[in-house]
């Protein structure tokens, strides 16, 4: 069946006619719909949406670096150059009278540097003038740049040695070298002795463009070539203060050991040991002579009290400790020992001390009762007889 539709205006349907009903007016609306519905949103990729600005921030530094490099080269070419003027390489004799001399410039070329051969007392002198020509200076005038240096390499082994040039009254400079006064850098640059001397001039401004110049070849004396490296030490050796020493292998350490002693004479032992016993032993064999006719309780073997009896102890600890130290203790092991030790010695010296003093009040020994004993004694031997 067939029903009569209504115009769609949205879609743009049979206007006035007939649609088809079921299944064909459900497709027809899904249609519409898709028409109608806001678009349905995509996820953003990151990846591409940062591509453009990469692309334009590449091309914005290649511009600028593209400029840059036109302006320097612009910089480099302009009107600012650096030139050689009035340069003379001169070789003196002895007696101060030029023996060689050799005419150079900015315009001479490389090929024409000629061989110079030293004597033992030759002296070489180099003599310039550096003028800055301008676009707006075509005649030029003296400039003093930041760094003029005379750089002499080996041919053989292509090592350099430089030395700076001052210059004075703005762009004029003077160099020389005696020949008997070279350092020994200089001298060793060389095993043939073919010594190649260029000049080469820097300037801190990039409007100059720095400038190198071949001199000369020179030829130095053969006893006055030396080896390379030279070390000008007393013993030839390499300082000290080198980095290279500093990090180089070092020689290998060897200990010595303290040589052993030798053993002493056994008659010279055996002479201090008997002058250090004789006051011990004098003592002992007088000691039974003197406690005869002493008062009671001197006597060298009787029972002595209880205060003298320690005090003898702390004295013989005393005396041993000394003796251990000596024989295998540190001071820093004996100190604190001796320390602790002493405060018993002391207590039991003075109490026996202070005994012995109280029997001396009470039976007092002198030198006339010793002498009254004598003779009392002597006495009595010559009744019995």
């Known amino acids: 069946m067939y029903q009569v539709n209504k115009p769609w205006e949205p879609g743009g349907g049979w206007i006035g006619g007939f649609a088809p009903s079921g299944a064909g007016v459900r497709a027809r609306a899904a249609r519409l719909a898709q028409t109608v519905s806001p678009p349905v949103q995509r996820p953003i990729d990151c990846e591409h949406s940062t591509e453009k600005p990469m692309a334009m921030t590449k091309l914005l530094g290649k511009t600028i670096l593209l400029t840059l490099a036109l302006l320097a080269s612009w910089l480099h070419i302009g009107s600012a150059e650096l030139l050689v003027q009035k340069g003379q390489l001169v070789v003196l004799d002895p007696s101060g009278i030029t023996a060689k001399s ?175 016993v004789s006051p011990w032993i004098f003592l002992l064999t007088a000691w039974s002579k003197i406690s005869q006719h002493s008062t009671r309780g001197f006597k060298l073997f009787g029972a002595p009290k209880l205060s003298t009896l320690l005090f003898i102890l702390t004295m013989v600890s005393q005396e041993a400790l000394i003796m251990t130290y000596w024989a295998r203790l540190r001071l820093y092991q004996y100190l604190p020992l001796a320390f602790l030790m002493s405060f018993p010695l002391i207590l039991c010296g003075r109490t026996a001390l202070s005994e012995l003093r109280v029997r001396r009040k009470v039976s007092p020994i002198s030198a006339g009762h010793l002498v009254t004993s004598r003779l009392f004694a002597a006495d009595g031997k010559d009744k019995k007889e």
């Open 102 to 276: 050799f005419d150079f410039s900015s315009k001479t070329p490389s090929s024409s540097a000629p061989e110079f051969e030293l004597q033992d007392e030759s002296t070489l002198k180099v003599t310039f003038e550096i003028v800055e020509k301008t676009s707006k200076d075509t005649a030029g005038s003296l400039f003093s740049p930041h760094q003029v240096a005379l750089l002499a390499t080996g041919v053989d082994t292509k090592l350099h040695w430089a030395a700076a040039v001052k210059t004075r009254s703005k762009g004029k400079a003077k160099w020389e070298l005696d020949l008997s006064r070279a350092p020994t850098d200089f001298l060793s640059l060389s095993r043939t002795g073919y010594v190649r001397l260029e000049l080469i001039i820097g300037d801190i401004s990039a409007e100059h463009a720095p400038l190198q110049l071949k001199l000369a070849t020179l030829k130095i004396p053969k006893n006055f070539l030396l080896e390379y490296p030279y070390w000008d030490t007393k013993d030839g050796k390499p300082p000290s203060t080198l980095e290279l020493e500093k990090y180089y292998i070092q020689p290998e350490l060897s200990w010595t050991f303290q040589p052993p002693r030798k053993k002493d004479n056994p008659v010279f032992s055996l002479a201090f040991v008997v002058i250090v």
